[in-house]
């Protein structure tokens, strides 16, 4: 095991690259096994999630080649195994095998997601997508089989505007008889960039991005080629950390539309934001006002953010209230922010945070985001070393942390625990 290790003090400055959507990457790689010929995607990060599913898609029957960024995934000859432990359990994305197996082959046997548990993440709308669509499903000792001879295309109305569950769901109508429509989808980015593969793929499906999508079955998918979006949660740390430092930082393969909410409440808190095409510069200041954030479903301030948002509101002047509508308790970077002398009180799903200077500590990083949040909050610290475990958990996010920070002049390297 490996632990990060950021002598901080030092603002960033220069120039990062954003790589391809996490988020997206573990979504379009299990929709590519719909396909019946060759599907080529370019800009993929290089991340241990991305690196597992393309294992599992090779397990499967898949033929899987890399060249830098971009996989080549040749399904033809795949077939639905069952995969109740295993791979499928590092990782929370694996529950996309679930809707891509179901359209393509009628049936799935796949071990309850794993990944960041930072509290419990029901399935049970994606449960109520496939049922509604014809599928029986079965929970077996943790383990979820999901069978059905014909799909058919229904009227789904989600309670929650779950991203896992819309995009299962359009992966299984994609192959079902006859139309579907998702009511109360869920509007995030990566959910239109699963639909433009999709489409691209022959399916037939619009108003990804809105809250009813509308998929029309077909009775195959072909290969095609698609280039991911860029990380928008990557992006959004990056522009988080550059402000923290108070440094100077382009940050670049990224789309500004998707940045919204970070840039109008770095704005907010007195940060110099310039937004061009497909760049945003952030310039830090001395210092900062205290702001409200609240996390929300997109296009609202991602939850996945709102971690190394915490860190950047020790930076401001007074107390800060930051409360998540998505999920009641993501605070497991709190205890450890503690450590290194923040003043931060959660009560329910707010972190009340006031300001003032962070010290050099060991710290621990219970998931990927908590992860983001004590790098942050090292590289703000003028004197010490910053000691991170867990760094599993970061590298399921952010590929080249160590090398792009290093490049924006940060004292950060990896030693062994
Ligand atoms: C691989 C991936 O894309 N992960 C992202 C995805 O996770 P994921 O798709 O798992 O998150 P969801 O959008 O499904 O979850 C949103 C909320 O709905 C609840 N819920 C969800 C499904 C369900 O069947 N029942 C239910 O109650 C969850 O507990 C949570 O409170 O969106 C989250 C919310 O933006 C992000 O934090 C994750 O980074
Ligand atoms: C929670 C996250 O990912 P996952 O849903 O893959 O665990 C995240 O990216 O912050």
Known sequence: MEKLMIRGGRPLRGTVQISGAKNSAVALLPASLLAESEVVLD????????????????????????????????PSSMRSIPMPN???????ASY??????????????????????????????????FEALGAQVTNDHGSIRISAKQLRGAKIYLDVASVGATINIMLAAS??????IIENAAKEPEIIDVATLLNAMGAKIKGAGTETIRIEGVDSLH???????????????????????????????VIP???????????????????MDESIRIVGQPSYESVDVKALIYPGFATDLQSPMTSLLTQAS????????????????????MRMGA????????AIIEGGPLNAAKVSAADLRAGAALVVAGLTVAEGVTEVTGVEYIDRGYDFLVDNLRRLGADVWRENE
């Open 223 to 253: 290969g095609c080629r698609h280039s991911i979006i860029p990380d928008r949660i990557q992006a959004g740390t990056y522009m988080i950390a550059a402000a923290a430092t108070r440094g100077d930082v382009l940050i670049d393969n």
């Open 86 to 92: 295993g791979k499928v359990k590092l990782l929370r």
């Open 43 to 74: 800009n993929l990060p290089q991340l241990s999630d991305v690196a597992v599913l393309s294992e599992i898609l090779e397990d499967l029957g898949g033929k899987v080649t890399w060249e830098g960024d971009t996989i080549r995934i040749d």
């Open 175 to 180: 192959r079902a008889k006859g139309s579907t």
């Open 343 to 350: 003043n931060i009180r959660v009560e329910g799903r707010s």
């Open 96 to 129: 996309y095998l679930m809707g891509a197996l179901l359209g393509r082959f009628g049936e799935a046997v796949i071990g309850m997601p794993g990944g960041c548990n930072f509290e419990p993440r029901p399935i049970d709308q994606h449960i109520k997508g």
């Open 318 to 337: 007074g107390v800060s209230i930051l409360t998540d509508f998505v999920y009641s308790n993501r605070f497991k970077h709190v205890p450890e922010l």
């Open 257 to 275: 539309k998707h940045m919204e909410a970070v840039t109008a409440k770095l704005q907010e808190m007195g940060v110099h934001v310039y937004e």
